[in-house]
């Protein structure tokens, strides 16, 4: 199949692993969807793999149903990069211009971030991205590309996202035992952002809260940079136990009044919907009993 530009992203999350195959669409605006595939996700826990086999499966099961869909043979895939450890800091350093005429080159920028990531890192822990903030240049701020500037000295700010290293080595070699390539991991936070945010956004500022099953990510952003990232340790899943608990239902149950009935805040219903009823089924009882949206909300 003659198909010239493809994108294959693999989504290895705690509840689903899913797969996407996209191309570039005529006038490169917009990603076609060619194909998709989602399976349970078995092995993983808040981001971390505790179960290589069972979570290869998985992704063997999510590629070959977006294989079946799109017709084509993947063998590589950008990832997702998450899990309950990811730590982000902001960090600066600074370095001497030693391109000819003072004129800052591409060493001279990576000099710079290089410098402004050299840090003490705990055992087993390592930097898995550098997200330039801005550069300064002689005391002139706010500069985010100062390739080809001239200028004495040139300062970096960086927001350093760090990791335990073991975490990155599993994913890597469940989807090696998958049968694919890795051909670029990226943040799941930031990835998230760049889907859904704006430049504006960015730019004047906003918090994005990307709630999974077990673990919660939080990027926030100011002056088109990300300026901190956090990891909880807590998600949907949580939701739908206490659901199952305060109901006395099963937890398949409870996930299906959440996705039918849950609502975040109650001010966010009309009155028709704070009095609509939902019956459910308690756990060891035959019959049903009642309760408002408003109460479980």
């Known amino acids: 199949m003659n198909r010239e530009i493809q994108a294959v992203g693999l989504d290895i999350g705690t509840s689903r692993v899913r797969c996407v195959v996209g191309e570039a669409s005529e006038n490169g605006a917009a990603m076609n969807i060619l194909g998709f595939g989602a ?8 981001g971390v793999v505790t179960t290589t086999d069972t979570i290869v499966e998985s992704i063997k099961k999510a590629v070959e149903d977006a294989e079946r869909m799109s017709g084509l043979a993947i063998h590589d895939a950008t990832i997702n990069l998450s899990g ?3 730590r982000g800091e902001n960090k600066s350093g600074v370095v001497a211009v030693a391109g000819a005429g003072r004129e800052i080159s591409t060493e001279d920028v ?10 003490q890192l705990p055992a087993g822990w390592e930097i898995v991205d550098r997200l330039p903030q801005e550069f300064i240049v002689d005391g002139q701020d706010g500069i985010v590309e100062p390739i080809g500037m001239r200028g004495a000295r040139l300062e970096s700010r960086i927001h350093v996202v760090t990791s335990p290293s ?5 994913i890597l070699k469940a989807i090696h035992r998958a049968g694919l390539e890795v051909e670029q991991m990226m943040l799941e936070p930031l990835a998230a952002a760049q889907s859904t945010l704006t430049d504006d956004d960015k730019e004047y500022g906003c918090a994005l809260v990307n709630i999974g099953a077990e673990v919660t990510s939080l990027m ?9 990232t956090a990891v909880f340790p807590f998600g949907g899943m949580h939701f739908t136990k206490d659901i199952a608990v305060g109901l006395r239902v099963s937890i398949p149950e409870a996930a299906k009044i959440k996705h039918f009935y849950g609502c975040v805040a109650g001010f966010l219903m009309n009155a028709d919907e704070r009095r609509e009823i939902i019956e459910i089924t ?6 049903t009993r009642q309760l408002s949206k408003e109460i479980l909300c």
């Open 39 to 46: 399976a349970e996700s078995r092995g993983l826990r808040r």
């Open 84 to 86: 309950e450890h990811l």
């Open 110 to 119: 990576e000099r710079a971030v290089e410098s402004a990531s050299a840090m």
């Open 166 to 170: 073991a975490g990155r080595q599993n």
């Open 220 to 228: 926030i952003f100011r002056r088109g940079a990300v300026q901190h």
């Open 282 to 287: 308690p756990v060891g009882r035959s019959e």
